[in-house]
């Protein structure tokens, strides 16, 4: 009986050990970035499970936009995961906004396509057959909400293929890249014609005159995109004088947004517009501010700008990018350097310039976990 325990007691201690030294082994294949990463992103879950509020919500009283972020970025965190306590009260939340159209919105409905977009997006992170039909149901709410022949836009209208929040009566770049990025995470195909049809608003947000029919951009050669082309057009960093002349004024979040819009519609990766768009990039490459706004603006949207600037290269499918000086990036280490400089000790990030709803820190600690998860996707927790 003594040797039976003996030998029992040296596998049980082999086996812990064994365990042990394999996690360390894991962790140990990480690189330094890679480790980094996430250890920032498990101490930002830490703060959001602390911040919920008590009917479940985050930034409750906006609607469930907020919400559809959080909750997205601690189903993808695997420190977490979809059957966290937080996250099933997360959900029980989200799910009294679902509208017998489809949509998952506030009551006033001010902000649709915005609510449906994250909201569909956080729901496919469940990757739970038993939402199929929410799914379902919101991605026919958001195709339906395209501007296209069914609101009588014709294709060569600026507003075709387009999306808006709904308080404004124009699409524009930054609601329309949300949907696409929610519709194709959430498995439309690829063949849909929403895509094709939201192209065709894409490269009119483009100031790239070769594609672009719009009076706003003819002759431009920069590449870089701006909001909308609604309405003779809109950036939110305004005008700038290019040849003598006012343009309107490119810029880094609705660049990269167009970008990979551009790669989620199936363009290819030598088209002559995903490569302007590539140029103006290179040109650009910062992570310091939202490249190319005004100086005074520059730290405006900057969260929301890691976000897709992650998905935007994640989507390129490429470790490093040349800069126009030629030197090479390994975008996804100098992101994590960034997010790990502007991390509070608490766990969460936050804009002090704050415009877009970047100084509430719900929301720009859940930009910044979804940044970092689109960088470095499945990787363990501690």
């Known amino acids: 009986?003594?040797?039976?325990?003996?030998?029992?007691?040296?596998?049980?201690?082999?086996?812990t050990s064994g365990a042990q030294t394999g996690?360390?082994?894991?962790?140990?294949?990480?690189?330094?970035?890679?480790?980094?990463?996430?250890?920032?992103?498990?101490?930002?879950?830490?703060?959001?499970?602390?911040?919920?509020?008590?009917?479940g919500g985050w930034a409750s009283q906006a609607g469930p936009g907020v919400t559809g972020l959080v909750l997205k970025a601690l189903i993808q965190e695997p420190a977490i995961g979809p059957q966290h306590t937080a996250v099933r009260r997360g959900l029980d939340f989200m799910r009294k906004f679902q509208r017998e159209d489809g949509g998952i919105y506030s009551a006033e409905g001010l902000l649709k396509n915005y609510e449906t977009s994250v909201a569909l997006a956080a729901l496919a992170a469940l990757n739970d057959p038993q939402w199929q039909e929410q799914i379902t149901a919101a991605q026919k709410f958001?195709?339906?909400?395209?501007?296209?022949?069914?609101?009588?836009?014709?294709?060569?209208?600026?507003?075709?293929?387009?999306?808006?929040?709904?308080q404004h009566k124009r699409p524009d770049l930054s609601n329309t890249q949300m949907m696409l990025e929610a519709l194709r995470d959430s498995g439309l195909p690829k063949d849909d014609p929403v895509y094709k049809k939201a192209l065709a608003f894409i490269q009119r947000c483009q100031m790239r005159g070769e594609s672009n029919d719009q009076a706003f951009a003819k002759n431009s050669t920069d590449g870089g995109f701006v909001y909308?082309?609604?309405?003779?057009?809109?950036?939110?960093?305004?005008?700038?004088?290019?040849?003598?002349?006012?343009?309107?004024?490119?810029?880094?979040?609705?660049?990269?947004?167009?970008?990979?819009?551009?790669?989620?519609?199936?363009?290819?990766?030598d088209d002559p517009r995903v490569k302007a768009a590539l140029d103006w990039i290179r040109r650009y490459w910062t992570l310091d501010f939202n490249p190319n706004m005004p100086a005074q603006q520059s730290q405006q949207g900057v969260?929301?700008?890691?976000?897709?600037?992650?998905?935007?290269m994640?989507?390129?499918?490429?470790?490093?990018?040349?800069?126009?000086?030629?030197?090479?990036?390994?975008?996804?280490?100098?992101?994590a350097s960034?997010?790990?400089?502007?991390?509070?000790?608490?766990?969460?990030?936050?804009?002090?310039?704050?415009?877009?709803?970047?100084?509430?820190?719900?929301?720009?600690?859940?930009?910044?976990m979804l940044a970092i998860q689109a960088a470095y996707p499945g990787q363990p927790s501690q």
């Open 1 to 15: 009986m003594r040797l039976i325990c003996t030998t029992l007691c040296l596998f049980l201690f082999a086996a």
């Open 23 to 55: 996690e360390k082994t894991a962790q140990a294949t990480l690189d330094p970035p890679a480790r980094q990463a996430r250890e920032l992103n498990t101490r930002a879950a830490k703060y959001l499970v602390a911040a919920q509020e008590k009917d």
């Open 142 to 166: 958001l195709k339906d909400s395209q501007w296209d022949e069914g609101e009588a836009r014709s294709v060569d209208d600026a507003w075709y293929g387009g999306a808006g929040y709904g």
């Open 228 to 269: 909308t082309p609604a309405n003779g057009g809109e950036s939110k960093a305004g005008f700038w004088e290019v040849n003598g002349r006012p343009e309107l004024r490119s810029y880094g979040s609705m660049t990269y947004a167009g970008f990979k819009s551009m790669l989620y519609a199936g363009l290819a990766r």
């Open 303 to 312: 969260y929301y700008y890691y976000h897709v600037f992650a998905r935007a």
């Open 314 to 335: 994640a989507a390129w499918g490429e470790p490093e990018i040349a800069d126009q000086a030629g030197r090479r990036h390994n975008w996804r280490h100098e992101l």
């Open 338 to 368: 960034k997010l790990a400089e502007l991390q509070r000790s608490e766990g969460s990030w936050v804009n002090e310039a704050d415009r877009w709803m970047e100084g509430l820190p719900v929301l720009t600690t859940a930009y910044g």
